[in-house]
């Protein structure tokens, strides 16, 4: 991925987290029960899970995807320094814990400690997926011909 383009998700993530923490409660709401309606549509015979159910563990739930995309920004920027997926993570966690500390001084929103978890989480399967394609990726790679084997032939 061109640096750019992983600028530019970075950027993307960033803004989304933002644009949603400054939400009014209703905003908020009316889109917590959009994708409640959605998902509960995915379960037709009315076994959804309770996090999906309940309205507030849903908006919990919904940090998990949105600093997924954070966590996946952060390490494909990362990823070429040393220790960089601890790094993403870390600036992950970090993100979150100034976005729930902005909380406190908007009138409507409140610090939450749940949401911080739910964040860290996202930041962290995102790492986690990253390491798991990225060893994929060493293992389906073959290394090139050396002079050697070169010679052999």
């Not at 970075?10 to 923490?21: G, K, Q, R, S, Y």
């Not at 309940?54 to 919990?60: A, S």
Request: net charge positive; proline share 5%.
């Amino acid at each position: 991925m061109k640096n750019d383009l992983k600028i530019l998700l970075l950027l993307f993530a960033l803004l989304l987290i933002l644009f949603l923490t400054l939400q009014t409660p209703e905003q908020t709401w009316s889109l917590t029960r959009a994708v409640q309606s959605f998902l509960l549509r995915l379960f037709p015979d009315g076994r959804a899970p309770a996090w999906i159910t309940d309205g507030q563990q849903l908006r919990h739930a919904a940090h998990i995807p949105e600093y997924f995309l954070l966590g996946l920004a952060l390490c494909s920027v990362l990823k070429e320094k040393k220790h960089g997926l601890l790094l993403a993570v870390f600036f992950g966690i970090l993100i979150g814990l100034a976005d729930e500390t902005l909380k406190i001084f908007l009138p409507t929103r409140e610090f939450s400690l749940p949401d911080l978890a739910f964040d860290a989480l996202g930041v962290s399967l995102a790492a986690v997926l990253f390491m798991i394609l990225s060893l994929c990726q060493k293992k389906t790679t073959k290394p090139s011909a050396t002079g050697a084997e070169t010679a052999e032939r």
